[in-house]
């Protein structure tokens, strides 16, 4: 089945309700009726919370669609009502549950009288709703259209829709739509605590199991990232400098420099690199010199799980942009920036040439913009673009064919360059292993060591990986020219 369009984003959304014309706050909308026929008009005012003035206002807000592309007012309730029992949105998870709704609204309309079936709970199990879609999820997966992941995540999805419609009093089922279990899981955390939590599990869940592939060359760090050789650094970065694209060019750099994520990197801001006399310190790997760049709340800079922690930043860097956050290319884009959006107190080093941000920070996705007229939030998609279009056809062309980054791979890049220097310091007794490994999970911010031992243990891993598949590689062939020997000596 191919999937339609599940939801549309509103870039803004103010909640409303109906009222009479003598209402103080009331306001007037007048629909068109066509040419020669009077205009239909009705009174309305916008909905406030609990606090006094306090609405509910919303950017990229997500609507669910049916097929018929109308609002599905169920599943829209249902976010709205998850929206504003959060006090700091963060409108990209929503717009996810939105799109596993959307599918699940998708799989009903392909049924007969689909607003029957969304609360449809026999007691023969296989025929309840959710079952049901549990099973086309299944078939999914072994048709290769969904992901396990996906499908795991779109039943978790419905599961909390369901409790929603229950605890609301929406309706209540005539038989269970799942069967659940409680247990205790024992858990260590990253300062290597035992905890105990409890569990509560559904017979309707998918399981995604993991399967790790160890010729990958990949890291586990916050996903699967891809260390580039120094060669590889090379090319992506004189691929970018030949396309002439600055700010792609200085957002890797900085990410190669400092093992920054894209978010952080594209949510710097002009006024910390426009000190007029910026404190170095002396940097934890060889003589040179680092500018301690605070990131996180507080600071403009976002950081991923909202963590406070300090970058390294090489002075030549550091200097470099603050070259750049003085320049009139810098300048032009700033002035494009305030004229679309206004002015800010802390304005972006990193804009895009029509003035926009690679990244849209958290703060500001959480203020209400009125006149916003976009349909997507900013999260490095002019970045990854610009790779996909420029900077991988480049190194395919002049270096390796088969050549395949992505941007988070800069910063596993950057963890090996740390990682290798240090060994380096540890192999000449200049600092003890346990100090290399303390350094390398500052550098990166690691929550627990089990993270940073991965970098530790790449370079060695891969070699005795490949080392027992080639030395396996060469017992194969001698197996094989024995067998061949002995077709041979059959034939004669």
């Not at 030549?316 to 920036?337: G, K, T, W």
């Amino acid at each position: 089945m191919n999937e339609l369009r599940r939801k549309v984003l509103l870039p803004v959304f103010q909640l409303s309700e109906l009222t009479m014309a003598d209402d103080p706050r009331a306001l007037k909308r007048v629909i068109k009726q066509g040419k020669g026929h009077p205009g239909f008009s009705y009174f309305y005012r916008f909905t406030q919370g609990d606090q006094v003035g306090q609405g509910f206002k919303y950017n990229l807000f997500p609507v669910i669609l049916d097929r018929n592309s109308a609002p599905w007012h169920l599943g829209n309730l249902y976010i709205l009502a998850k929206l504003e029992a959060d006090t700091r949105p963060t409108m990209t998870t929503f717009q996810v549950k939105a799109d596993d709704l959307g599918a699940y609204k998708e799989w009903l309309d392909t049924h007969e009288s689909p607003d029957d079936l969304v609360f449809q709970f026999p007691k023969i199990k296989l025929r309840r709703s959710t079952y049901r879609y549990r099973g086309y999820l299944q078939q999914q997966i072994y048709a290769g259209e969904v992901t396990p992941a996906t499908a795991k995540r779109r039943m978790v999805t419905v599961v909390a829709f369901y409790r929603w419609l229950i605890d609301s009093n929406y309706f209540q089922p005539e038989y269970p739509p799942w069967e659940e279990s409680e247990y205790q899981l024992n858990v260590i955390t990253t300062v290597g605590r035992g905890v105990s939590k409890r569990v509560v599990s559904t017979d309707v869940s998918i399981r995604a199991p993991k399967s790790e592939d160890p010729f990958a060359g990949t890291i586990q760090d916050g996903g699967k990232l891809r260390p580039l050789n120094g060669k590889e650094q090379n090319w992506i970065l004189e691929a970018t400098s030949t396309k002439g694209n600055t700010e792609c060019y200085l957002i890797q750099l900085f990410m190669l420099a400092t093992g920054a994520r894209i978010q952080t990197a594209g949510t710097l801001r002009m006024t910390h690199f426009m000190q007029p006399d910026p404190v170095y310190a002396r940097a934890l790997t060889g003589d040179g010199q680092v500018f301690k760049l605070k990131v996180g709340p507080g600071t403009g800079i976002d950081t991923k799980n909202d963590k406070s922690f300090i970058l390294q930043v090489p002075r030549p860097i550091y200097e470099m942009l603050h070259v750049y956050s003085l320049s009139n290319r810098a300048e032009v884009r700033r002035s494009r920036f305030v004229t679309k959006h206004g002015e800010i107190a802390t304005p972006y080093l990193f804009l895009t040439q029509q003035g926009n941000p690679y990244y849209s920070a958290k703060a500001e996705s959480l203020r209400f913009d009125p006149n916003l007229d976009r349909r997507h939030e900013k999260t490095g998609q002019a970045v990854r673009q610009f790779l996909k279009e420029h900077v991988l056809p480049y190194v395919r062309e002049h270096h390796d064919r088969h050549f395949n980054y992505r941007i988070h791979d800069l910063r596993a890049s950057f963890g090996m360059n740390m990682t290798e220097l240090l060994m380096e310091s540890v192999n000449k007794k200049v600092i003890t292993l346990s100090r290399a490994r303390m350094y390398v999970k500052d550098l990166l911010c690691h929550e627990s060591f089990a993270t940073t031992d991965r970098y530790l243990d790449y370079r060695q891993q891969m070699e005795v990986i490949y080392q027992a598949v080639n030395d396996y590689g060469k017992q194969l062939q001698a197996w094989i020219d024995q067998a061949m020997k002995g077709i041979e000596l059959a034939d004669e």
